[in-house]
RNA sequence: CGGGGUAUAGCGCAGUGGUAGCGCGCACCGUUCGGGACGGUGAGGUCGCAGGUUCAAAUCCUGCUACCCCGACCA
């Protein structure tokens, strides 16, 4: 991609109506804008990572067994009121067409997906069964707030299992965790599994949670990894010596980046999702639920890694791999040009591309060395390639948030970021 | 939903009753060219919306809306 054809354009100064650290950089970046409060717009290097992003979350899921569906977003006020959250469900979203029809906007998909599935389930030999999508919630949030950690729209992957057995299920809840870890580890992310309410159907449930002072949650656990509770469930002190040695439990915010739980029968009953077993006898589906909230964990990886210039993508979600700098060179009448250079932006840019590797060149001509550079720390590329007249035939290399910079052949710069 | 704040050019802001301003950005010209360069010229505004007071309102009054912060809320 030439950065001078890149729809949205990088901003100096902070932006007066936002304070989170991730909405600031993302906002100067040129990876969102706000539409409403608690709504943003992705342009073309927000929708990169998150594609980025969604696709390590998809392939996590699709090992774990999951079928990727699309559910609708708006959906039947009657189901909602079958299980009794039209009028419980705080954050519910009510909208109404011309003919007085209400409707719900999708927060959450159990009120789609049970009687969806209960169209297909007759047999124990249906199950078990994992459904699983990527879409836009709504929430109706009292108070957006932290940039699009807490949004009023926001992408997010939710799976449904469906089980004949209790055993069934744990067996499977614990599948799910491993995909979890494996999921904010390749997003670069050190996720805590923690132990948590399970809310209004279930006695617990368990939390992803990253330590950060952007965090609006709070977590007492133990450095040495055995035991992490939310505080709002948590009957231990910050403080309380490990029962397995490993010093003093600790408090910490922290944000929830996913979470799990057990929905037992609760959603099965309402619905009437039942199968027939071996021995003939009417049961009830278990189930559970497991979400991740996709954008929220975009604004999460900001939160974490950054420095004072901004962003620093791990590679994994990075929306590109080479930040290409092209620097003007004098020519012998005087007159500046990119032609004159040994190796020019163009032929570094066609090269790295021919073997698959995404490249931002930015290729600007107007443009002074500082104010690129300055672009380019800010974008948070994880590689930044210069070439210049200093250069010669070689290609400068440069990690973001190092500061030592090599000269190096184009080949060696292509076997390193293949 | 309670409390507090803000709304003026694309962005960030100044402007307390008398001709609408600054910085950045943008366009053009020239000089620069490895860490957000410099000079010159220029374009760009129903001052959030509605009503009121006044000879005169960005400025005072009333109502509304949007956005931000703190709190409550966050199956």
């Known amino acids: 991609m030439r950065y001078s054809q890149l729809f949205g354009k990088t901003i100096r100064q902070d932006p007066k109506d936002e ?20 709504v ?11 594609n980025k992003i969604t696709n390590i979350v998809r392939d996590e899921m699709n090992k774990a067994g999951g079928q990727e569906i699309l559910l609708s977003a708006l959906q039947n006020k009657a189901s909602w009121e079958k299980t009794d959250r039209w009028n419980n469900f705080d954050a519910l979203f009510k909208v109404k067409s011309r003919q007085e029809t209400e409707y719900a906007l999708g927060p959450t998909h159990e009120e789609v997906v049970v009687p969806l599935v209960g169209q297909f389930i007759s047999s124990y030999k249906d199950l078990p069964l994992y459904l699983y999508q990527i879409q836009n919630k709504f929430r109706d949030e009292a108070r957006a707030k932290s940039g699009i950690l807490r949004g009023r729209e926001f992408l997010m992957k939710d799976l449904y299992s469906f089980h004949t057995t209790e055993e069934d299920f744990e067996k499977y809840y614990e ?16 996720a805590i ?3 948590a309410s399970g809310g209004a159907f279930s006695k617990f449930s368990h939390e992803y949670q990253v330590i950060t002072e952007a965090g609006e949650d709070e977590i007492i656990y133990c450095a040495g990894g055995d035991f992490s509770q939310n505080t709002e469930i948590a009957e231990v002190a910050a403080g309380k010596e490990c029962d397995l040695g490993h010093g003093p439990l600790k408090k910490v915010k922290t944000i929830e980046v996913g979470n799990i739980f057990p929905l037992k029968t609760k959603f099965s009953d309402a619905f009437g999702l039942t199968f027939k077993d071996k021995d003939g006898s009417q049961k009830s589906v278990i189930m559970g639920c497991y979400g991740i909230g996709i954008s929220r964990l975009l604004g999460t990886i ?16 990075a ?3 080479v930040n290409l700098i092209e620097l003007k060179s004098q020519m012998a009448n005087g007159k500046t040009t990119s032609q004159n250079l040994k190796l020019s932006g163009e ?7 021919e073997v698959g590797i995404e490249v931002l060149w930015d290729d600007r001509e107007d443009v002074s060395a500082g104010e690129k550079f300055a672009d380019c720390d800010l974008i948070g590329i994880p590689v930044r390639l210069v070439v210049s007249a200093k250069t010669g035939d070689q290609v400068e290399w440069k990690n973001r948030g190092e500061e030592k910079t090599e000269l190096i052949s184009i080949e060696e710069a292509i076997k390193r970021l293949i």
Do not use: Q
Request: with cysteine.
């Open 19 to 38: 304070v989170s650290v991730n909405a600031k950089l993302l906002t100067r970046g040129g990876f969102i804008r706000k539409e409403v409060a608690g």
């Open 40 to 50: 943003y717009n992705f342009l073309p290097l927000g929708l990169k990572v998150l």
């Open 175 to 190: 599948r799910m965790k491993e995909a979890y870890s494996a999921v904010f580890t390749r997003c670069g992310l050190d």
């Open 193 to 195: 599994l923690t132990e």
């Open 302 to 317: 900001v939160e974490v890694h950054n420095d004072d210039k901004g962003i620093i993508w791990p590679k994994s979600v």
């Open 319 to 321: 929306p590109y791999d």
């Open 347 to 353: 032929l570094v840019y066609e090269k790295l591309r």
